[in-house]
């Protein structure tokens, strides 16, 4: 990979409210018996916040790959092997459609069967097991849970900060679940890190440049999956032009110019992302697991 073909592009972005949810999140973490957390299918590692671990000390764990209907199924599949050989429970999931999310309540209930059998013995069978769901913002948690509840019980929305304080939903009479508000961390590891949350919509676009990270993107996929580009954009990504050259020359394909027949990059850069986070360019991930 040449990294001379990337632009740089500073992305944080740490709201205070983000503070206070891992405040609440830490408070609350006493009160329920697993995590489930669920990360983007397209970037299980850049979707997973290193300060979830710390929270949920010695609690059980349940990883859902969300919205793997947009990810690549093969890598999906290998994600699914990598964190099975760390030892950890994974479920695939599309809260959208509703696949694999009926499985949720069983994979809880197997991962918590130690604990269901000591509230057997103690007469206590009947009390309702707890889980906290977390995640980046814009992972799905809220709309997974209405899929389980069968209802709006979460508030849902395309883009990240909407669910703002914590929730309980009941799922059935054996298990309740706690919905929290999606959070980052303060300082991302790495650009990839931040261009992979940027291009899932886990962080605002008002707060990084999108023809930059548009760049950025054509370049990944004239070097990964060129194909994409030549089926969807209906040109041969050549390899002598640089980043900026190639969303012009998509903006040209797209018919978005300006006055004098200039491409439109900021519409274009716009459109390329919205296309891509709506799975209209394939199902693309970003990220596998020997990376």
């Not at 304080?165 to 919905?179: F, S, T, Y």
């Given at each position: 990979m040449d990294e001379r073909q990337y632009q740089k592009l500073a992305i944080q972005w740490f709201p205070g409210h983000m503070t206070k949810a891992q405040r609440d999140m830490k408070e609350s973490m006493k009160l329920v018996d697993a995590v489930c957390e669920v990360l983007d299918a397209r970037i299980p590692n850049s979707s997973r916040n290193p300060d979830v671990a710390e929270l949920a000390g010695e609690k059980p764990r349940l990883l859902l790959l969300n919205r793997c209907d947009l990810a690549d199924p093969a890598v999906t599949a290998r994600w699914r092997i990598y964190f099975r050989e760390l030892g950890l429970q994974v479920l695939e999931t599309d809260a959208r459609s509703g696949k694999g999310v009926r499985e949720l309540p069983n994979a809880l209930r197997t991962l918590l069967k130690d604990t269901l059998a000591a509230r057997a013995e103690k007469g206590q069978g009947s009390r309702p097991l707890r889980a906290m769901v977390v995640g980046v913002p814009n992972v799905g948690k809220s709309t997974l849970i209405n899929r389980l509840a069968g209802r709006k019980a979460a508030v849902a929305g395309d883009k990240p900060g909407v669910t703002r304080?914590?929730?309980?939903?009941?799922?059935?009479?054996?298990?309740?679940?706690?919905?929290?508000?999606g959070i980052l961390w303060p300082k991302f590891e790495s650009q990839a890190v931040g261009?992979?949350?940027?291009?899932?919509?886990?962080?605002?676009?008002?707060?990084?440049?999108?023809?930059?990270?548009?760049?950025?993107?054509?370049?990944?996929?004239?070097?990964?999956?060129?194909?994409?580009?030549?089926?969807?954009?209906?040109?041969?990504?050549?390899?002598?032009?640089?980043?900026?050259?190639?969303?012009?020359?998509?903006?040209?394909?797209?018919?978005?110019?300006?006055s004098g027949g200039e491409p439109n990059t900021e519409r274009m850069a716009a459109a390329l992302l919205n296309e891509y986070h709506e799975g209209k360019l394939g199902r693309i991930s970003l990220e596998t697991p020997n990376q």
């Open positions: 304080g914590k929730q309980w939903i009941r799922i059935d009479a054996g298990l309740e679940l706690l919905d929290t508000p261009e992979a949350l940027a291009l899932t919509r886990a962080i605002k676009t008002e707060v990084f440049d999108q023809e930059a990270l548009a760049v950025n993107f054509l370049v990944r996929l004239r070097e990964t999956r060129p194909e994409l580009i030549r089926e969807r954009y209906k040109f041969d990504p050549d390899p002598e032009l640089n980043g900026y050259e190639l969303l012009e020359q998509t903006a040209k394909k797209r018919g978005m110019l300006i």
